[in-house]
């Protein structure tokens, strides 16, 4: 089964500054990745998504990510933050098994992110 | 505009009773989901659907259940088994199951104990 680590529960970041969160993932095969966000007390809105071909991947809000597989990650990145980014952060892998079922996303535990003024 | 209606957006539960939490789809999404979420938790998955009449358990599905009778629709019973019921649910849903779907979340019921 595929499974999604986030290292960083928190992460702050002064407003203009630039950020990385960290996402490292394990499944067998080439996976479908997934970052979303959540505003407080809201659903997870997608922020963009990786499925083959080019390794960096833009998204909305002027975020970007890149598919390293020697690695096992997929990094999301964005170069001047916001205070409206602050918010929570989810990284979610896919898979297709090989039994012919599906199973949806495995989302990781989150990153939380703190804009500094 | 098409999306994902969860209501009502704050519930509360006496002891020993049954809730249900609304979720509703106007994407034509074979495939529902619902989600609890706890603070440092993460989403775990109670259930999912991936077409009318069919749901099968996630993670975390006792003292929960389901329906789907309709395609629109995937209502959750939280029933007096759920010992700590306390959580921000998410409803969910995609075109089909695959893992290439994104799911699109509808803005979430908190379900608090009185």
């Known amino acids: 089964a595929q499974s999604v680590t986030q290292p960083d529960i928190h992460i702050t970041v002064s407003e203009g500054a630039s950020l990385e969160l960290r996402c490292n993932y394990s499944?067998?095969?080439?996976?479908?990745l997934f970052w979303y966000v959540q505003s407080p007390g809201q659903g997870l809105q997608l922020l963009l998504k990786y499925f083959s071909g080019d390794t960096l991947v833009q998204g909305i809000k002027g975020f970007e990510a890149e598919f390293k597989r020697s690695q096992s990650s997929f990094n999301l990145r964005k170069p001047s933050v916001h205070w409206s980014d602050a918010a929570e952060y989810f990284c979610a892998v896919g898979a297709w098994y090989s039994g012919g079922g599906a199973d949806g996303l495995t989302f990781g535990k989150g990153t939380h992110l703190i804009i500094q003024p | 505009d098409g999306g994902i209606t969860q209501s009502p957006k704050y519930l509360f539960r006496k002891e020993g009773q049954n809730v249900t939490l609304s979720c509703e789809q106007n994407?034509?999404?074979?495939?529902m989901y619902w989600y609890r979420q706890d603070p440092g938790q993460g989403l775990r998955l109670i259930y999912y659907s991936q077409i009318v009449n069919d749901f099968q358990k996630g993670d975390i599905a006792e003292g929960y259940s389901v329906s789907r009778e309709k395609k629109e629709s995937f209502p959750l019973t939280v029933t007096s088994a759920q010992k700590n019921p306390t959580a921000f649910y998410l409803c969910?849903?995609?075109?089909?199951?695959?893992?290439?779907?994104?799911?699109?979340f509808g803005d979430g019921t908190r379900l608090s104990i009185l």
């Open positions: 994407l034509n999404h074979d495939a």
């Open positions: 969910a849903s995609s075109m089909s199951g695959a893992g290439n779907q994104p799911q699109h």
């Open positions: 499944y067998g095969a080439t996976p479908y």
